[in-house]
């Protein structure tokens, strides 16, 4: 089993930039895609971005293109996410994991919160 710990996220101002930070337990997550998924309040959990083990990379709409840039250091095990341009409607708790489409392959993490409010 894989444990994820998600840190990075805060308060911030739209128009600001955070870098989300994932840290996984173990290195078998260099085998696997892996993939940033946010989750606002009221609504279900959605995924934003995706990485392969070799670094090819994909969005999951237009509101997180241009913004949003996922990669990975299978080295350090760790997945990141910067978002850029920050918007008051990415405010939800972003969490990583294994994936492919609407499969997952471990338990979530605790999440960071990203908060954008002027």
């Known amino acids: 089993q894989v444990q994820f710990v998600e840190s990075g996220g805060g308060l911030v101002q739209p128009g600001e930039s955070l870098r989300l930070t994932c840290a996984a337990s173990?290195?078998?997550?260099?085998?696997?895609?892996m993939g940033w998924y946010r989750q606002a309040p009221g609504k279900q959990r959605e995924l934003v971005a995706s990485?392969?083990?070799?670094?090819?990379?994909?969005y999951a709409d237009d509101s997180v293109k241009g913004r949003f840039t996922i990669s990975r250091d299978n080295a350090k095990n760790t997945v990141y996410l910067q978002i850029n341009s920050l918007k008051p409607e990415d405010t939800a708790v972003y969490y990583c994991?294994?994936?492919?489409?609407?499969?997952?392959?471990?338990?979530w993490g605790q999440g960071t919160q990203v908060t954008v409010s002027s």
């Open positions: 173990g290195s078998i997550i260099r085998l696997y895609p």
């Open positions: 990485i392969t083990p070799g670094g090819s990379t994909s």
């Open positions: 994991n294994g994936g492919r489409g609407s499969l997952t392959f471990w338990s």
